[in-house]
């Protein structure tokens, strides 16, 4: 049977790159001249087009001063723009103004201790005030409910580390709107609304990380990983960088960054590309080009020794264990990429068989690569031990299959096997025209979206001497960090 | 790296799902072209033996997808074995099939990169398998095999049943977790969809019970396939012809389930005392079935209610407006068989519970009492019906959806006159339907979080009687 199953893997890789090829075909590139990247797709299936806009720009690109800035501008940019979301923006202009001067007046006391309590009382009684007046001029939440009257789903965003993304899914005659709507949101935002919306952020933290215990032992994890690279810091931010947020950073942060050289638009679905092309031209090409987003200079220095750490919790134990390693398109992201298959990727993965199948120690196991993709990143190793066994013989059994990695070189057919899962997997998520959106998008807003079209011939190009290379290099005691969710022992 | 898309790395506006101006260069005052739309055709023939299948061709990927589905599911399950659906289909996952021993199985599945994922609902056992075109022959040759002979390997189902056991728990360590499990004890007590496993009803089942299980619902005349991706139909006519020759149709078993206990008629709270910054908030009631003349209409009005997202009025007050909330919503679950519950749910830190629970309960009174704007109506029809062609943009979708249409017994124009259903209902249909199936003051209300943070007792202020949750291990 074994033998079998090999001749068909090495079939398939033949197959496998002669799609990699149709996609580098199919796929239109254009530049404008600002600098903006537009990418193209064509797909008749069904008449619908899922359109997004990354920017190059997220949680990394902040500091002490902004955390969880890139957030925030995301949520802020849903709040319209000078005629979207107002009945009367000359109305309304002076009220935010004065809605502004009285909210960061209050950001400025409400953290000194020797404040004027009663000032700060009728400050914050002025702007209940002035917001219940500015109520008068708000339209509410317009995007959203034109997208939705036009028969738009999925009207979304999101923010990580490395980059911010606005999406949507649209009946493709309506592609003109969505280019008229996003541009006017790149050039008439108006940030209203925002320090009720700066709450909102806030019981998101609660939600996803506070009262969460996987979000937890994650936030903790990567917090506690890096010493130096951003990396460290949360994209949400934490609660007191939430709380003090300004709508002056948040102009700033859009100013500078959303501009066409840090950004990208993904077309993929029903449409005609040289009329979706004349289509972004007309819509998106009198933005100024803007200049591109700074490289992150902070280098996180190699790690001296093993990092451990607790996070008390009600909730039953977890583990999770993260290795310092190289960022893509580092040949050793692609020996990271296989190992996770090999380790825990299927049923028949190394830490899944011993920890799950054979030792039952562990009720499941998962591993990923973390917190971002632009810079030098995480290999994260994480297993829910099944109780009466405890997180310290998961960790050790771990170890011993990270230790065999070590000295004995993976099979032929366990390497060939990991190729084909994940090539197999990239082709899953081609499937539906978000998906494919949402890989060409992402992947060009890191690096390129060739990655994708080159990635069969790069993990064929790793073999098993590299792979154990990889473990000898960055499976140490030294380069890891273990964090334990646990109850609090009283 | 590959990029895998979880909620821990990204942060998206919403966790789940206004006035016009008249004034030029507005983006919604540009016109359209027409949209042209046909509905995509599904293949679908009716084996000897009584396998119904369905087929939608999709050349694109060299993938192919099958969804097998037989009907049976955890509201059979006896109550001394609460739980046997869920081992059931463990059993099945991992417990090898055939000739193919557990570990052959396996190793066979991961060699063709193929995905399976077996899962039990209420009323049917799912198998779904995802594959290369170039693998369909020795998978389809499992599928069967998985279907025809699960071999149920001894170790492995233990393996599995301590697996479930764990999950048993850690139940307590996710507040919506408790809050949605609550909510339905509350409402259906002992019936099944009321149950939970607990340590002894998966310590009751023994082997013997999955075998029985299997032989009494997998028949061929209790299953649907359905197939999508880079295949013909004459090619898959001569596969199912091998792989399930010889599988002769057989009695077919009784598909009712107990019926449910009386609903209860007065509100009540149920409180979990968690010591997390927000309360997670679930609110419940009866609700209907898909066969209630209502249904679309109930649609409508959900939509305004709290199921259109930022065109909602929870949305708009609770979060938008008021910043007490990140995620807030209500949905009908429609009941495909027995009638389910009108669910709203929300979190908000825990100060600020009792508001946001009376702000949900105002929102739903507001349905009942005054008629919806005709803006609110004009956005939610045109949503529902404008974006009903993305029911449509994924060839799996569009034959799964056809199987289960078909299985629970839809009427055979359902989506043909579903946009004409949405384009009927008025305004007064819609505070009829809220006045008939929204009952504020007889909610089910169940809080998790910091009990001594919520700035009111909740019975004194809600005039309801009090539960306590108990959050102990087992």
Same mark, same amino acid.
């Given at each position: 049977?074994?033998?079998?199953?090999?001749?068909?893997?090495?079939?398939?890789?033949?197959?496998?790159?002669?799609?990699?090829?149709?996609?580098?075909?199919?796929?239109?590139?254009?530049?404008?001249?600002?600098?903006?990247?537009?990418?193209? *797709?064509?797909?008749?299936?069904?008449?619908?087009?899922?359109?997004?806009?990354?920017?190059?720009?997220?949680? &990394?690109? =902040?500091? &002490? #001063?902004?955390?969880?800035?890139? /957030?925030? *501008?995301? /949520?802020?940019?849903?709040?319209?723009?000078?005629?979207?979301?107002?009945?009367?923006?000359?109305?309304?202009?002076?009220?935010?103004?004065?809605?502004?001067?009285?909210?960061?007046?209050?950001?400025?006391?409400?953290?000194?201790?020797? &404040?004027?309590?009663?000032?700060?009382?009728?400050?914050?009684?002025?702007?209940?005030?002035?917001?219940?007046? /500015?109520?008068?001029?708000?339209?509410?939440?317009?995007?959203?409910?034109?997208?939705?009257?036009?028969?738009?789903?999925?009207?979304?965003?999101?923010?990580?580390?490395?980059?911010?993304?606005?999406?949507?899914?649209?009946?493709?005659?309506?592609? =003109?709107?969505?280019?008229?709507?996003?541009?006017?949101?790149?050039?008439?935002?108006?940030?209203? =609304?925002?320090?009720?919306?700066?709450?909102?952020?806030?019981?998101?933290?609660?939600?996803s990380y506070e009262s969460n215990p996987g979000g937890m032992l994650y936030e903790a994890l990567i917090a506690n990983a890096y010493t130096v690279h951003p990396y460290r810091n949360p994209v949400i931010g934490w609660d007191s960088d939430i709380a003090n947020l300004s709508l002056a950073e948040a102009r700033d942060f859009f100013k500078r960054y959303y501009r066409p050289v840090n950004m990208v638009i993904t077309l993929v679905g029903d449409f005609d590309s040289e009329k979706a092309k004349a289509l972004v031209t007309k819509y998106f090409s009198a933005i100024p080009s803007g200049t591109p987003v700074p490289r992150v200079i902070d280098l996180e220095p190699a790690q001296r020794g093993e990092k451990r750490i607790t996070v008390n919790f009600e909730a039953e134990p977890d583990l999770s264990i993260a290795f310092h390693k190289p960022a893509m398109p580092h040949q050793d992201d692609y020996s990271a990429d296989l190992l996770t298959d090999i380790l825990a990727g299927?049923?028949?993965?190394? *830490?899944?068989?011993?920890?799950?199948?054979?030792?039952?120690?562990?009720?499941?196991?998962?591993?990923?690569?973390?917190?971002?993709?632009?810079?030098?990143?995480? *290999?994260?190793?994480?297993?829910?031990?099944?109780?009466? #066994?405890?997180?310290?013989?998961?960790?050790?059994?771990?170890?011993?299959?990270?230790?065999?990695?070590?000295?004995?070189?993976?099979?032929?057919?366990?390497?060939?096997?990991?190729?084909?899962?994940?090539?197999?997997?990239?082709?899953?998520?081609?499937?539906?025209?978000?998906?494919?959106?949402?890989?060409?998008?992402?992947?060009?807003?890191?690096?390129?979206?060739?990655?994708?079209?080159?990635?069969?011939?790069?993990?064929?190009?790793?073999?098993?001497?590299?792979?154990?290379?990889? &473990?000898?290099?960055?499976?140490?005691?030294?380069?890891?960090?273990?964090?334990?969710?646990?109850?609090?022992?009283? | 790296?590959?990029?895998?898309?979880?909620?821990?790395?990204?942060?998206?506006?919403?966790?789940?799902?206004?006035?016009?101006?008249?004034?030029?260069?507005?983006?919604?005052?540009?016109?359209?072209?027409?949209?042209?739309?046909?509905?995509?055709?599904?293949?679908?023939?009716?084996?000897?033996?009584?396998?119904?299948?369905?087929?939608?061709?999709?050349?694109?990927?060299?993938?192919?997808?099958?969804?097998?589905?037989?009907?049976?599911?955890?509201?059979?399950?006896?109550?001394?074995?609460?739980?046997?659906?869920?081992?059931?289909?463990?059993?099945?996952?991992?417990?090898?099939?055939?000739?193919?021993?557990?570990?052959?199985?396996?190793?066979?599945?991961?060699?063709?990169?193929?995905?399976?994922?077996?899962?039990?609902?209420?009323?049917?056992?799912?198998?779904?398998?995802?594959?290369?075109?170039?693998?369909?022959?020795?998978?389809?040759?499992?599928?069967?095999?998985?279907? !025809?002979?699960?071999?149920?390997? +001894?170790?492995?189902?233990?393996?599995? !049943?301590?697996?479930?056991?764990? $999950?048993? !728990? !850690?139940?307590?360590?996710?507040?919506?977790?408790?809050?949605?499990?609550?909510?339905?004890?509350?409402?259906?007590?002992?019936? +099944?969809?009321?149950?939970? +496993?607990?340590?002894?009803?998966?310590?009751?089942?023994?082997?013997?019970?999955?075998?029985?299980?299997?032989?009494?619902?997998?028949?061929?005349?209790?299953?649907?396939l359905a197939v999508s991706g880079d295949i013909d139909l004459e090619v898959l006519k001569v596969l199912l012809g091998q792989i399930f020759e010889g599988w002769e149709a057989s009695e077919l078993p009784n598909l009712e389930p107990p019926a449910l206990p009386e609903m209860p008629q007065n509100g009540g709270i149920s409180i979990a005392d968690k010591d997390i910054p927000q309360t997670t908030i679930m609110l419940g009631q009866p609700g209907i079935d898909k066969n209630n003349p209502d249904v679309m209409t109930l649609k409508v009005a959900n939509f305004i209610l709290g199921g259109g997202g930022f065109n909602s009025r929870m949305m708009r007050e609770i979060r938008s407006n008021q910043g007490l909330a990140y995620s807030v919503y209500s949905y009908f679950q429609i009941g495909r068989v027995l009638p389910e519950l009108f669910i709203a749910k929300c979190e908000t830190k825990c100060g600020s519970t009792l508001e946001v629970v009376g702000m949900m309960r105002a929102?739903?009174?507001?349905?009942?009492?005054?008629?919806?704007?005709?803006?609110?109506?004009?956005?939610?029809?045109?949503?529902?019906?404008?974006?009903?062609?993305?029911?449509?943009?994924?060839?799996?979708?569009?034959?799964?959806?056809?199987?289960?249409?078909?299985?629970?017994?839809?009427?055979?124009?359902?989506?043909?006159?579903?946009?004409?259903?949405?384009?009927?209902?008025?305004?007064?249909?819609?505070?009829?339907?809220?006045?008939?199936?929204?009952?504020?003051?007889?909610?089910?209300?169940?809080?998790?979080?910091?009990?001594?943070?919520?700035?009111?007792?909740? $019975?004194?202020?809600?005039?309801? +009687?009090?539960?306590?949750?108990?959050?102990?291990?087992?």
């Amino acid at each position: 049977m074994r033998s079998i199953c090999l001749l068909l893997g090495l079939l398939a890789l033949f197959g496998q790159p002669l799609y990699a090829a149709q996609l580098a075909e199919r796929v239109h590139e254009e530049r404008l001249e600002n600098g903006l990247t537009l990418l193209m *797709l064509e797909r008749r299936d069904a008449p619908t087009v899922s359109a997004y806009i990354s920017f190059r720009v997220g949680g &990394a690109n =902040e500091g &002490a #001063h902004n955390r969880g800035i890139a /957030h925030l *501008l995301e /949520h802020m940019l849903f709040k319209g723009t000078k005629t979207l979301g107002t009945s009367d923006y000359a109305a309304e202009k002076p009220l935010l103004g004065q809605i502004e001067s009285v909210g960061s007046r209050i950001d400025l006391l409400k953290n000194n201790p020797a &404040a004027d309590q009663a000032e700060l009382e009728t400050l914050r009684e002025r702007l209940t005030e002035l917001q219940q007046q /500015h109520k008068e001029y708000v339209v509410k939440d317009e995007f959203s409910r034109i997208y939705a009257e036009n028969g738009g789903v999925g009207f979304n965003a999101f923010t990580s580390k490395d980059q911010t993304t606005y999406l949507i899914s649209l009946p493709a005659n309506k592609l =003109e709107l969505w280019a008229a709507i996003e541009s006017d949101r790149l050039q008439n935002a108006v940030l209203r =609304e925002f320090y009720t919306e700066r709450e909102v952020v806030r019981e998101e933290r609660r939600r996803s990380y506070e009262s969460n215990p996987g979000g937890m032992l994650y936030e903790a994890l990567i917090a506690n990983a890096y010493t130096v690279h951003p990396y460290r810091n949360p994209v949400i931010g934490w609660d007191s960088d939430i709380a003090n947020l300004s709508l002056a950073e948040a102009r700033d942060f859009f100013k500078r960054y959303y501009r066409p050289v840090n950004m990208v638009i993904t077309l993929v679905g029903d449409f005609d590309s040289e009329k979706a092309k004349a289509l972004v031209t007309k819509y998106f090409s009198a933005i100024p080009s803007g200049t591109p987003v700074p490289r992150v200079i902070d280098l996180e220095p190699a790690q001296r020794g093993e990092k451990r750490i607790t996070v008390n919790f009600e909730a039953e134990p977890d583990l999770s264990i993260a290795f310092h390693k190289p960022a893509m398109p580092h040949q050793d992201d692609y020996s990271a990429d296989l190992l996770t298959d090999i380790l825990a990727g299927g049923a028949t993965s190394r *830490l899944y068989k011993r920890l799950v199948v054979e030792e039952q120690l562990a009720s499941s196991v998962h591993i990923y690569g973390a917190p971002g993709s632009r810079y030098d990143n995480l *290999l994260v190793i994480g297993a829910t031990p099944r109780h009466p #066994h405890t997180v310290a013989e998961v960790e050790a059994a771990i170890y011993a299959e990270l230790d065999r990695l070590k000295s004995e070189p993976v099979s032929a057919q366990e390497l060939q096997r990991a190729r084909n899962r994940l090539v197999t997997d990239n082709l899953r998520q081609m499937r539906t025209n978000n998906g494919l959106a949402r890989l060409l998008s992402s992947y060009a807003a890191i690096g390129s979206w060739r990655y994708l079209t080159d990635y069969a011939e790069k993990i064929e190009a790793v073999d098993a001497s590299g792979l154990l290379a990889f &473990a000898n290099r960055y499976f140490s005691a030294n380069n890891r960090t273990v964090a334990v969710l646990q109850r609090e022992v009283k | 790296m590959r990029l895998k898309f979880c909620f821990l790395f990204l942060l998206a506006l919403t966790a789940c799902s206004a006035q016009v101006q008249t004034q030029a260069n507005r983006p919604d005052s540009l016109n359209f072209p027409d949209l042209e739309f046909e509905f995509p055709q599904v293949a679908h023939l009716t084996l000897a033996n009584g396998i119904e299948v369905y087929l939608r061709e999709d050349h694109d990927l060299p993938l192919v997808e099958v969804t097998a589905m037989v009907g049976g599911g955890s509201v059979f399950d006896p109550p001394d074995m609460t739980g046997l659906s869920d081992l059931f289909v463990e059993g099945l996952q991992t417990g090898g099939a055939g000739a193919y021993s557990s570990e052959q199985l396996e190793e066979n599945l991961d060699n063709m990169a193929a995905d399976l994922a077996v899962s039990s609902s209420d009323y049917a056992y799912t198998i779904n398998m995802s594959m290369r075109r170039q693998d369909l022959e020795q998978g389809a040759a499992i599928l069967a095999d998985i279907l !025809r002979e699960p071999g149920f390997d +001894p170790q492995r189902i233990e393996v599995a !049943r301590q697996g479930l056991i764990e $999950g048993v !728990r !850690r139940r307590n360590d996710d507040p919506g977790a408790i809050a949605g499990r609550t909510l339905s004890q509350t409402i259906y007590k002992n019936h +099944p969809l009321g149950r939970v +496993p607990k340590k002894n009803t998966l310590e009751n089942i023994q082997r013997e019970d999955l075998l029985r299980l299997h032989q009494t619902y997998f028949q061929p005349n209790n299953l649907s396939l359905a197939v999508s991706g880079d295949i013909d139909l004459e090619v898959l006519k001569v596969l199912l012809g091998q792989i399930f020759e010889g599988w002769e149709a057989s009695e077919l078993p009784n598909l009712e389930p107990p019926a449910l206990p009386e609903m209860p008629q007065n509100g009540g709270i149920s409180i979990a005392d968690k010591d997390i910054p927000q309360t997670t908030i679930m609110l419940g009631q009866p609700g209907i079935d898909k066969n209630n003349p209502d249904v679309m209409t109930l649609k409508v009005a959900n939509f305004i209610l709290g199921g259109g997202g930022f065109n909602s009025r929870m949305m708009r007050e609770i979060r938008s407006n008021q910043g007490l909330a990140y995620s807030v919503y209500s949905y009908f679950q429609i009941g495909r068989v027995l009638p389910e519950l009108f669910i709203a749910k929300c979190e908000t830190k825990c100060g600020s519970t009792l508001e946001v629970v009376g702000m949900m309960r105002a929102e739903m009174q507001a349905m009942i009492d005054l008629p919806v704007s005709d803006k609110e109506l004009t956005t939610a029809k045109e949503s529902l019906i404008n974006s009903f062609v993305f029911a449509f943009t994924n060839s799996h979708s569009i034959v799964t959806r056809q199987q289960r249409l078909d299985f629970y017994a839809y009427p055979v124009d359902y989506m043909q006159t579903y946009r004409q259903k949405i384009a009927a209902v008025t305004t007064e249909d819609v505070q009829r339907v809220a006045k008939q199936y929204l009952r504020p003051d007889q909610l089910q209300i169940v809080l998790v979080g910091r009990k001594n943070e919520f700035e009111q007792d909740p $019975g004194a202020a809600l005039g309801m +009687p009090v539960e306590n949750v108990d959050l102990g291990l087992e």
